[in-house]
């Protein structure tokens, strides 16, 4: 069975930093496309970041592109969002997600999402 | 970036037919994905790539697509349909490829 579960969601003050995990089990991520995905309390989804299926590149939202990284450790099968120079916009669920299909670079198509982990930026 | 534009709330009868729409240039390009979102839980994929639908996901729903525009259809509302729908797809923008964009999303109620 497939299963994302999403930890490291914190409160902290604007201009800290943060790394979220998002452990995967049930498949291997190195077979597939996964992104983070945030949704701001009361608000629609905003894709965030994602990491093609072979690693090889990386994808960021203009409104996070500078300040956070995404990357995979494919030992731990665990996907990460490092997220430095938090602002107070930065508030929300943070899910990860994984494509449906396998071995493609980039996709849309989320079949599998995690939980969600909440980050708080406030003073 | 490009973007996709939803209305922000439809209501349906209970057991008639509800169509939400998704209007973008992406979607001249690639197919729209939507998601059912119920409070306090994740995104569930419920149509790809023009009108498949995962595993478990009734055929009740059902996707449309046609130039700019992608559709959800929910032929037969329930009331467990309550929820916001998103449409999703690939930014087709030339800086932006390999991003992914996002609706602003469609809350349904069933009356």
């Known amino acids: 069975e497939v299963q994302l579960l999403e930890s490291g969601g914190d409160w902290v003050q604007p201009g800290g930093s943060l790394r979220l995990s998002c452990a995967a089990s049930?498949?291997?991520?190195?077979?597939?496309?996964m992104s983070w995905v945030r949704q701001a309390p009361g608000k629609g989804l905003e894709w965030v970041s994602g990491?093609?299926?072979?690693?090889?590149?990386?994808y960021y939202a203009d409104s996070v592109k500078g300040r956070f990284t995404i990357s995979r450790d494919i030992s731990k099968n665990t996907l990460y969002l490092q997220m430095s120079s938090l602002r107070a916009e930065d508030t929300a669920v943070y899910y990860c997600?994984?494509?449906?299909?396998?071995?493609?670079?980039?996709?849309?198509?989320?079949?599998?999402w995690g939980q969600g982990t909440l980050v708080i930026v406030s003073s | 970036s490009s973007e996709l534009t939803q209305d922000p709330a439809v209501s349906v009868a209970l057991g008639q037919t509800v169509r939400i729409t998704c209007q973008g240039d992406s979607l001249r390009t690639y197919y729209a994905s939507w998601y059912q979102q119920k409070p306090g839980q994740a995104p569930v994929l419920v149509t790809y790539n023009y009108n498949n639908r995962p595993p478990g996901i009734p055929d009740r729903f059902s996707g449309s697509s046609s130039g700019s525009m992608a559709a959800l259809t929910i032929t037969g509302a329930q009331a467990e349909d309550e929820a916001d729908y998103y449409c999703?797809?690939?930014?087709?923008?030339?800086?932006?490829?390999?991003?992914?964009?996002f609706g602003g999303g469609t809350k349904l109620t069933v009356l």
């Open positions: 999703n797809s690939r930014d087709s923008s030339a800086d932006h490829l390999g991003n992914v964009i």
């Open positions: 990491l093609s299926g072979s690693a090889g590149t990386t």
């Open positions: 997600a994984k494509v449906r299909t396998p071995m493609v670079e980039v996709d849309s198509n989320f079949d599998y």
């Open positions: 049930g498949f291997s991520i190195s077979n597939y496309a």
